[in-house]
């Protein structure tokens, strides 16, 4: 190097592990808000049915409760055409409630995929040439993808998870009403179902995102190969 230095001033660089750390965003599912805004109503509608359909699955271990203590302890066949009669309202109910809360979801969704495949393309059309350079084809085409799971975390996950929690409190209310020593032994595990999920929550994050970097990278070949098929075959 010494013999074939012309004297000239030499800049010499060694990578660390910090250049390779990128900055981290947290997933916040309050920064989509205004994009259910307009679907305010929709998801009231959703959170309705919903609850309908906790509501619903309750009564069924009713009727069984009903069936064994009452009808099966007196005799009595009247009570039991009732009650299956009742429960039968209750199944059918519960379709159609389940129906219309599936076809609420749809039609959300749909709403939401174009208006975010709108927003989303029209932002990568703003980015400057440099950015298109520095990336794959297949990253830029997977983005596309990721905004259907986020479409499904707001309108499906994060509805499901509130009522969940909510519907948490309503069985725990419910069970301690009829054994509390059974309740509190269910309790007992909550802890360890709290820590198993604090544990596993980056190891999964992690492999989520290595799945994501994979599948980019599998689908940028594919589209490459594609678009220079001309080469490949030459």
Excluded at 54 to 77: C, K, R
Aim: hydrophobic residues 55%; charged residues 15%.
């Amino acid at each position: 190097f010494e013999e074939i230095w012309l004297g000239q001033m030499v800049l010499l660089l060694t990578p660390t592990p910090d250049l390779y750390k990128q900055p981290t965003e947290r997933f916040k599912i309050l920064k989509f808000w205004p994009l259910l805004q307009p679907y305010k109503g929709l998801l009231f509608e959703v959170v309705l049915a919903s609850l309908i359909l906790s509501a619903l699955g309750l009564a069924m271990p009713i009727f069984v409760q009903v069936i064994v203590d009452e009808v099966l302890v007196h005799d009595s066949p009247t009570l039991l055409n009732l009650m299956l009669l009742g429960m039968a309202v209750v199944v059918v109910f519960n379709l159609l409630v389940g129906w219309l809360r599936g076809y609420l979801i749809a039609h959300i969704s749909v709403k939401l995929d174009m208006r975010m495949f709108t927003l989303f393309f029209r932002h990568l059309l703003s980015l400057p040439l440099a950015f298109f350079r520095t990336r794959k084809t297949g990253d830029i085409l997977a983005r596309f993808g990721e905004n259907a799971k986020i479409r499904q975390v707001m309108t499906e996950s994060f509805i499901a998870t509130m009522l969940d929690l909510l519907m948490i409190f309503v069985y725990i209310v419910v069970m301690f009403a009829y054994n509390v020593q059974l309740t509190l032994a269910l309790l007992c595990f909550i802890p360890l179902y709290i820590v198993l999920m604090l544990v596993s929550r980056p190891i999964l994050r992690r492999l989520s995102n290595q799945a994501f970097l994979t599948n980019a990278e599998q689908e940028s070949d594919l589209v490459e190969s594609v678009v220079g098929i001309g080469t490949v075959k030459a």
